[in-house]
């Protein structure tokens, strides 16, 4: 069973950098993988940030961006700010199904 | 804008079966690009895809709830469903119903309907 990988948390100070990845329990992550990245807070629906590795969605600010890094699907964020304080889950197409990470708890302070 | 609305009961008894009902508004379900999604999301857990369909009748499930569950499209309504039988207390979560594109992991959600299972 394929399981998508994410850090459990990570904190960045505001204004900081900060890059959040996805990988797969076994192989590499590619194109192919249509890898997508989504914002969430308490309570809420998912926000869909960056799509198919470095899209990104309707009205999301380009402090956030996508991209492949060795193995892994990676989301940078730049110049973080206190409202990007929120849970971030990254979503692979592996072999026809949708497989989701268990998501990242960012903390900005 | 495309909108989409969850609406089912809250509360299901174990053993019986979950109903849900996606209404689609802002767009149109009949649109050959889009694929419509039931994910869920249990407490304190990640989000877990369940089903797609396209309005042609073309039909995916993951297999770990494919023996369990139908999705299904009313055109006329604009509308599509998820039906999830013999339900446990491992079947509480969030619904959400979702569109994609081919090819693409860029979800539309809404904004997601909470399930229980409790006698």
């Known amino acids: 069973q394929t399981v998508v990988t994410q850090e459990p948390s990570f904190s960045v100070s505001p204004g900081g950098t900060v890059t959040l990845t996805c990988g797969l329990s076994s192989g590499s992550v590619s194109d192919s993988y249509l890898p997508t990245w989504y914002q969430q807070t308490p309570g809420q629906a998912p926000r869909t940030l960056i799509y198919?590795?470095?899209s990104r969605s309707s009205g999301v600010p380009d402090r956030f961006s996508g991209s492949i890094v060795g193995n892994k699907a990676a989301l940078t964020v730049t110049g973080a700010q206190a409202d990007d304080e929120s849970d971030y889950y990254c979503v692979l197409y592996v072999a026809g199904l949708w497989v989701f990470g268990g998501g990242t708890k960012l903390t900005v302070l | 804008q495309l909108q989409l609305q969850e609406s089912g009961p809250g509360l299901v008894k174990p053993s019986e079966t979950l109903s849900l009902t996606c209404t689609v508004s802002?767009?149109?379900?009949?649109?050959?690009?889009?694929?419509w999604d039931w994910i869920r999301q249990p407490p304190g857990k990640r989000l877990e895809w369940i089903a797609t369909?396209?309005?042609?009748?073309?039909?995916h499930y993951n297999p770990s709830l494919k023996s369990r569950a139908t999705i299904s499209v009313d055109l006329s309504k604009s509308q599509f469903s998820l039906k999830l039988s013999s339900v446990t207390a491992s079947d509480t979560a969030v619904y959400y119903c979702?569109?994609?594109?081919?090819?693409?992991?860029?979800?539309?959600w809404g904004q997601g309907t909470l399930a229980t299972v409790s006698s």
């Open positions: 198919n590795t470095n």
């Open positions: 369909i396209h309005y042609s009748g073309f039909t």
């Open positions: 979702a569109r994609h594109t081919a090819q693409s992991g860029d979800f539309s």
């Open positions: 802002g767009g149109s379900i009949n649109s050959g690009n889009s694929y």
